[in-house]
């Protein structure tokens, strides 16, 4: 198991103001209620496997990505890289897993040139030297198919998708072994993301890495994972292979989302069929009791209403967490 | 007669750096009732196209030539006064962004009834009891109670129905609508989908429908125009064009979605990127990055229509 996490839970609760503290003490009514990111999330990655993370924005899904990669502490539970946990306190304490994130434009600083960006990784952890920095820099730029002449150039000289071949680039020369990415194709051009799905592919395949995709369309996360998790409100609703998952969903969720989504129609007699899941996110301040999907689920009872289903192994090794299915 | 016939529109950019011709000689016709999908990646022409349709192009843009006939009434250069007439009346638009487009100082009810009011009187309890009808149509329960909301207080989902809402007030003929659900999730997408089409459906109301996504435009739309680069390089039935596409480009893009490929398998790219519009090469601005490219694709390809296919591509694929 490269990368595990066990009852990982996130909660944010609001700084109070000074002023709504006085107020509190003096017995005014104040806003407390955290929110539930993440709850109880539990996951392995083995090596060399492709873990994707599904889910609607608010599910979650990004701040798990973010415990796992070290970059924030979970509030309860535990995370392992590579058998070591990525934070020490409040600080990311491996070099192990990096992080490829959505906007290429805000995880690259304007003002260095991108081979410095892609160096100071590295040369900080003594991965490499300051004198074969350079050399270093030019070949991760060939490896994501850009002209090493550009390690001189200023991110604003790049496109959308060639900065995320920087963002690759850079994430890589740090020789993770777990490489997370958080919506890495979402802000893309479709030609532009089918390259970038390709350029993903083939590093995967020639590096042997592990990774955690983590994106909301669901088309893309089948095409490059192994296993996908679905994310509702903070929780796993079903994990499993991604084959099964997408041919037969079992959680009510799950076959929403999958139904929800617009399929290319290619002839007249392929008629369209919208079956959209009915109602909206609750808000995760006060997540509905029970199964917080029950409010909008068609097969919901009492039962649901009452009490959580837990995330339980079927006869063919999908999880899924549902009373109905 | 057609609602809308564009013929030989075109919108350019006078800016320092040069004239950008966003939209360059796009011709096409709407019937009533129909829904035609614009699809194309950024930078192809396609919201401006949308934005010249409704005059709404600041400067340095302008329409720089060709003809827009709404309901044979020509568009282009049409007084100011005379177009808000027709715009939000006739002729309505939907933005992406419904958080911007919305006022955030006025309740969802005042700012309804100030696009009532903008085209003939009406009393106040009039107004309001028209913007809670229509919110109900487009799927806002309780909508009566909900007028004095603001728009921080509706999700995103729920503020692209107010948007959708305020579009249909007056009954347009025709909405313009710019890729109204590319900020939303999947699961509310799937609802403002199924509610537009039927909406579509039983007023008659035409729609252009703005999108990046295929398969969005494939599951709702009638008829699909395929942009590059500011001008159309397909056009034609939606399901038959994307089943078989003419157009190297059209082909590229299907390919380009994971759905088209099994999974784990490298998809069949384009290479290269989109030209910038300021230094087009000279021909098919596609040429660069077709596969099917040779010496006479420097020149400017003919448009041909086969079986109401429009192609404009010097080499395109074999009709199946």
Redesign the interface.
């Given at each position: 198991m490269i990368l595990q996490a066990e009852g990982v839970t996130k909660r944010f609760s609001p700084r109070l103001s000074i002023g709504d503290r006085i107020a509190g003490a003096l017995g005014a009514k104040v806003d407390r209620r955290a929110v539930h990111a993440v709850t109880d999330v539990s996951l392995s990655v083995t090596a060399g496997e492709t873990l994707g993370l599904v889910g609607?924005?608010g599910c979650g899904k990004s701040t798990l990505g973010r415990m796992l990669a070290g970059i924030m502490p979970p509030t309860e539970g535990r995370v392992m890289v590579a058998g070591a946990a990525p934070m020490k306190g409040r600080h990311k304490a491996t070099t192990r897993i990096q992080t490829v994130f959505q906007d290429p434009f805000a995880s690259l600083n304007p003002r260095m040139r991108i081979g410095d960006s892609i160096a100071e990784g590295p040369v900080t952890h003594g991965l490499t030297t300051r004198a074969e920095a350079p050399r270093m820099v030019a070949e991760w730029l060939a490896r994501v198919g850009l002209d090493p002449a550009f390690a001189t150039r200023f991110p604003h000289q790049f496109?959308g998708?060639?900065r995320q071949r920087v963002a690759i680039a850079r994430a890589l020369a740090m020789q993770p072994d777990v490489l997370v990415c958080d919506e890495p194709v979402a802000s893309l051009?479709?030609?532009?993301?089918?390259?970038i799905?390709?350029l993903f592919?083939?590093l995967r395949r020639d590096l042997g890495l592990t990774c955690l995709f983590i994106s909301?369309d669901?088309?893309?996360v089948?095409?490059?994972?192994d296993r996908v998790a679905i994310m509702y409100l903070g929780r796993i609703v079903e994990a499993g292979s991604?084959?099964k998952v997408y041919a037969s969903p079992r959680h009510p969720y799950t076959q929403?989302?999958l139904?929800?989504?617009?399929?290319?129609?290619?002839?007249?007699d392929?008629v369209?069929n919208?079956?959209?899941?009915?109602g909206?996110?609750p808000s995760p301040l006060s997540p509905p009791s029970g199964c917080a999907f029950h409010p909008r689920c068609p097969k919901a009872t009492a039962l649901c209403r009452a009490e959580r289903p837990a995330l339980t192994a079927r006869d063919d090794g999908t999880l899924v967490a549902c009373h109905r299915a | 007669m057609s609602l809308l016939e564009v013929r030989d529109l075109r919108t350019h950019f006078f800016t320092r750096a040069g004239v950008v011709k966003a939209v360059e000689g796009v011709s096409f016709s709407l019937a009533k009732g129909e829904i035609l999908g614009l699809v194309g990646?950024?930078g192809s022409g396609k919201s401006v196209t949308g934005f010249s349709l409704i005059g709404l192009v600041d400067p340095p843009g302008r329409i720089a030539g060709g003809s827009i006939r709404f309901e044979g009434r020509e568009l282009v250069g049409l007084p100011a006064q005379e177009m808000r007439a027709l715009r939000g009346k006739r002729i309505a638009m939907v933005f992406q962004d419904p958080a911007a487009t919305l006022n955030p100082v006025l309740s969802i009810g005042q700012q309804m009834a100030l696009a009532v009011r903008a085209h003939g009187r009406a009393s106040e309890a009039a107004a309001r009891d028209l913007a809670a009808r229509t919110l109900t149509r487009v799927g806002i329960p309780d909508a009566a109670a909900r007028l004095d909301a603001y728009p921080h207080e509706f999700?995103g989902?729920?503020r692209q129905r107010v948007a959708i809402a305020t579009a249909l007030l007056h009954g347009p003929d025709l909405i313009i609508a710019d890729e109204p659900t590319t900020a939303l999730?999947?699961?509310?997408?799937?609802?403002i989908?199924?509610e537009m089409?039927s909406l579509a459906k039983e007023t008659g109301t035409a729609l252009v429908w703005i999108s990046?996504?295929?398969?969005?435009v494939?599951?709702?739309a009638d008829r699909v125009l395929v942009m590059y680069a500011g001008r159309i390089v397909e056009a034609g039935?939606?399901?038959?064009t994307?089943?078989a596409p003419r157009h190297p480009y059209t082909r590229?893009?299907?390919?380009?979605?994971?759905?088209?490929?099994r999974?784990?398998e490298?998809?069949?790219?384009?290479?290269g990127?989109?030209p910038s519009l300021l230094s087009l090469p000279p021909g098919c601005p596609f040429a660069p990055r077709c596969p099917r490219a040779d010496a006479t694709c420097a020149t400017d390809p003919p448009d041909v229509v086969t079986a109401g296919r429009l192609v404009r591509c010097h080499h395109p694929l074999e009709a199946s």
């Open positions: 609607e924005s496109s998708g060639q051009d479709v030609s532009i993301q089918a390259q799905l390709n592919l083939d909301h669901l088309s893309v089948r095409h490059v994972s991604a084959a929403g989302l139904d929800s989504v617009p399929k290319l129609r290619l002839s007249i392929d369209a919208f079956k959209p899941i009915a909206e996110l | 990646e950024s999700s989902g729920m999730d999947v699961s509310i997408q799937a609802q989908l199924a089409k990046h996504d295929l398969a969005t494939s599951s709702l039935a939606v399901g038959e994307l089943r590229g893009l299907l390919d380009s979605l994971p759905a088209m490929a999974p784990g490298k998809l069949n790219q384009i290479p990127t989109t």
